[in-house]
């Protein structure tokens, strides 16, 4: 197995993707310094210079459309978890104990009809638990599935409506 040593930190690493970034015209096709080391020195820079640096990362998104949604396309995909909890501290307040918290509390379950979720976390989007909330209050509920969540909101959250739609299937059984 090839290996090189960063010219930084002189640590010998292997020569891979993990351990070093690629650079096109290089002798092995790798920079020089480790993805640790170059870390630390675009952070460096980035902590002196930081309009400097902002408008730099501005322009080359600009300039590479592409590759930046490739590279954010990737970053969603490895961090699902995290921005599911990202949004559901932003849209309903609360945070990823409340959130495990109120899952364990529910037994992996839907309030509703009972469905066992695969998992508490949004690994696969069928299946992951949606927070119910109030409309008019933004008070938190609990956890639905899918179906159970659309059901009240094709209702409005409103008793009277699913009242009706009760009276409708007993009439109709």
Known sequence: MNSKICNKCGVQKAL???????????????????????????????????EKAREDARKWAVEHPEHRAATQSEWHKKNKDRIAAYQRRRLYGITEQQYQQMFSRQSGKCAICGFQFLSSSRGNRRVSPHVDHCHVSGKVRGLLCNPCNRMLGYAKDSMEILKLGIDYLLTKS
Not at 21 to 27: E, K, M, Q
């Open 16 to 50: 891979d993707t993990e351990n070093f970034r690629l650079r096109r015209g290089s002798s092995d096709g790798f920079r020089n310094d480790c993805r640790e080391c170059g870390r630390k020195a675009r952070k460096g820079y980035y902590d002196l210079n930081p």
